[in-house]
T-cell receptor, first 117, second 111 residues
Framework: DAGVTQSPTHLIKTRGQQVTLRCSPK?????VSWYQQALGQGPQFIFQ???????QRGNFPDRFSGHQFPNYSSELNVNALLLGDSALYLC????????????????FGPGTRLTVL | DAKTTQPNSMESNEEEPVHLPCNHS???????IHWYRQLPSQGPEYVIH???SNVNNRMASLAIAEDRKSSTLILHRATLRDAAVYYC????????????FGKGTKLTVNP
């Protein structure tokens, strides 16, 4: 059973460009969350998608947007890249039944390392 | 978002027990306590969670104070593979709720 997969592994962009990161959730999961992790910091919640809708959003500007597809995979888009957007972007999947079922947990992918020059 | 406080770093020797503390004095009655860890160059991984009672699983044990204002993650016999950053996180509900990470505790395991 493949876990959470993310692509690409690494990415280098220049300021002002746009980027799209991709995530495939663990089999059986329907919810995808995205996190940004700057060097030396803990991951910060960007947003969560369920049933192709943004369910929750963290404190990130509108330059950060996302999408979830019918097969539950997800994309994270970042427009007008800034140097400060350089970070590890993590995708986590879970089952919405986990809202009521505490036995469920979130599974993280290995992340995409984005460098903005 | 309920906050947690953890030491920045801890050190242990291989094959010895490790006790990682977490303070969460503002925890509400329905908050669950989760622990995740992040090994170098990997995404975080779930370790254990609990509400009121102590919990055990194959990875670790979670000891929760009676007033729930603190908890301790216990690794019974640390191995070099346990070297990671350990995060203590509170969530108001189930496992799908957003995770609010702090800086965590960086655990170093000495051979």
């Amino acid at each position: 059973d493949a876990g959470v997969t993310q692509s690409p592994t690494h990415l280098i962009k220049t300021r002002g460009q746009q980027v799209t990161l991709r995530c495939s959730p663990k089999s059986g999961h329907d919810t995808v969350s995205w996190y940004q992790q700057a060097l030396g910091q803990g991951p910060q919640f960007i947003f969560q998608y369920y049933e192709e809708e943004e369910r929750q959003r963290g404190n990130f500007p509108d330059r950060f947007s996302g999408h979830q597809f019918p097969n539950y995979s997800s994309e994270l888009n970042v427009n007008a890249l800034l140097l400060g957007d350089s970070a590890l972007y993590l995708c986590a999947s879970s089952s919405m039944a986990g809202i009521w079922d505490i036995t469920d947990t979130q599974y993280f992918g290995p992340g995409t390392r984005l460098t903005v020059l | 978002d309920a906050k947690t406080t953890q030491p920045n770093s801890m050190e242990s020797n291989e094959e010895e027990p490790v006790h990682l503390p977490c303070n969460h004095s503002t925890i509400s009655g329905t908050d669950y306590i989760h622990w995740y860890r992040q090994l170098p160059s990997q995404g975080p991984e779930y370790v254990i969670h609990g509400l009121t009672s102590n919990v055990n699983n194959r990875m670790a044990s979670l000891a929760i104070a009676e007033d729930r204002k603190s908890s301790t993650l216990i690794l019974h016999r640390a191995t070099l593979r346990d070297a990671a950053v350990y995060y203590c996180i509170l969530t108001p509900g189930g496992g799908s709720e957003k995770l609010v990470f702090g800086k965590g505790t960086k655990l170093t395991v000495n051979p």
